[in-house]
């Protein structure tokens, strides 16, 4: 069992940055491959970013490529998201979530995840 909490959002001016955490329970969070959505309102849950359990292997979506970077830090059971270059586009509701299979393609995938936190509003004002 995991339990994440993610923090760190809020409301930026377009061209800022922003930097997301989310904190996990348990004693197994370096088995996890680990992830983050967002889910705009109206509109479905959509992969952002993922990382190795080891944190040696990243995946992006193509739309934050080069503007958004994953991060994490397995002594701290921590995942993080620094945001920057922000657009109105992505304002959403940011989820962390862990899977404990190995990152691959599946690794964009919701139903690939087992745990979800309860999720951190960023709204990016134009």
């Known amino acids: 069992q995991v339990q994440l909490v993610e923090s760190g959002g809020g409301l930026v001016q377009a061209g800022g940055s922003l930097r997301l955490s989310c904190a996990a329970s348990?004693?197994?969070?370096?088995?996890?491959?680990m992830g983050w959505f967002r889910q705009a309102p109206g509109k479905e849950r959509k992969f952002v970013a993922a990382?190795?359990?080891?944190?040696?292997?990243?995946y992006y979506a193509d739309s934050v490529k080069g503007r958004f970077t994953i991060s994490r830090d397995n002594a701290k059971n921590s995942v993080y998201l620094q945001m920057s270059s922000l657009k109105s586009e992505d304002t959403a509701v940011y989820f962390c979530?862990?899977?404990?299979?190995?990152?691959?393609?599946?690794?964009?995938?919701?139903?690939?995840?087992?745990?979800w936190g309860q999720g951190t509003q960023v709204t990016v004002s134009s």
């Open positions: 979530a862990a899977h404990p299979g190995p990152i691959g393609i599946a690794s964009m995938t919701r139903m690939s995840y087992d745990y």
């Open positions: 348990g004693r197994t969070f370096s088995s996890y491959t």
């Open positions: 990382i190795s359990r080891s944190g040696g292997s990243t």
